[in-house]
């Protein structure tokens, strides 16, 4: 069965240093979308992206977060100087079809620690 | 205002028994309604997609109450297996999700 595939499973990094995760969404899907989850709490919105480009993004996607597919297959996520409150496990999902009838396709996560 | 409410629990209920959450959401434009199923330190997964006519899966069966923008899960005769978090998406612009409902099946 097809599946998002998520990489690294765990990352540990020092704040203010870059991270980039990985995302290989489901082969023939057209819409890409990053989540996070701090420990605890709600699976929060981060980013959407069809099409090339970002199409929705929240509050929490400032500027120091960016997205992008590079090759057509992978779809990576760029935290430039990582905070402490960016500790967290990140989805990526990805659908078929846009948000109606649609269904989200979750990767594993990768879980970020920011020391 | 949050987009989707949801009672997070938890509910600790015996193997067999029937429970039921409900969720509510701000949009009335939403289109689209989902069960996710959430396990501890797992990604979410879909659990089932809910019509307007109501719907049902098995020991689930999912209501949508439009008027009253309410969306309720019901679980018969519980098993161990259904433990986990049950989180509530409602779409707008993207896919909202509510802070989920934590459910242990006792034996």
């Known amino acids: 069965e097809p599946e998002v595939t998520q990489t690294p499973s765990h990352q540990v990094t020092q704040m203010g240093q870059e991270v980039i995760l990985r995302c290989v969404p489901i082969?023939?899907?057209?819409?890409f979308y990053w989540y996070r989850q701090i420990l605890g709490q709600k699976v929060e919105f981060l980013v959407s992206?069809?099409?090339?480009?970002?199409?929705?993004k929240s509050e929490i996607f400032d500027d120091q977060f960016s997205v992008e597919r590079p090759d057509g297959s992978n779809f990576t996520l760029k935290i430039r100087s990582t905070k402490l409150e960016d500790s967290a496990m990140y989805f990526c999902?990805?659908?078929?079809?846009?948000?109606?009838?649609?269904?989200?396709?979750f990767g594993e996560g990768s879980r970020l620690t920011v020391l | 205002r949050k987009e989707v409410e949801q009672d997070p629990g938890p509910f600790n209920v015996p193997e067999g028994a029937t429970v039921a959450f409900n969720c509510t959401y701000s949009?009335?434009?939403?289109?689209?309604f989902f069960w996710y199923r959430q396990d501890c330190r797992k990604e979410p997964k879909l659990l089932m997609s809910?019509?307007?006519s109501g719907n049902e899966d098995g020991r689930f069966t999912a209501q949508l109450n439009r008027a009253s923008q309410y969306i309720s899960l019901l679980i018969r005769d519980s098993k161990l297996s259904d433990s986990a978090t049950y989180l509530c998406?409602?779409?707008?612009?993207?896919?909202?999700f509510g802070t989920g409902t934590s459910l242990t099946v006792i034996p």
């Open positions: 999902a990805s659908a078929p079809t846009g948000l109606a009838p649609g269904e989200l396709f």
């Open positions: 082969s023939n899907h057209l819409y």
């Open positions: 992206f069809y099409n090339n480009e970002i199409s929705e």
């Open positions: 949009n009335s434009a939403s289109q689209s």
């Open positions: 809910v019509y307007s």
């Open positions: 998406v409602v779409t707008g612009n993207q896919f909202y």
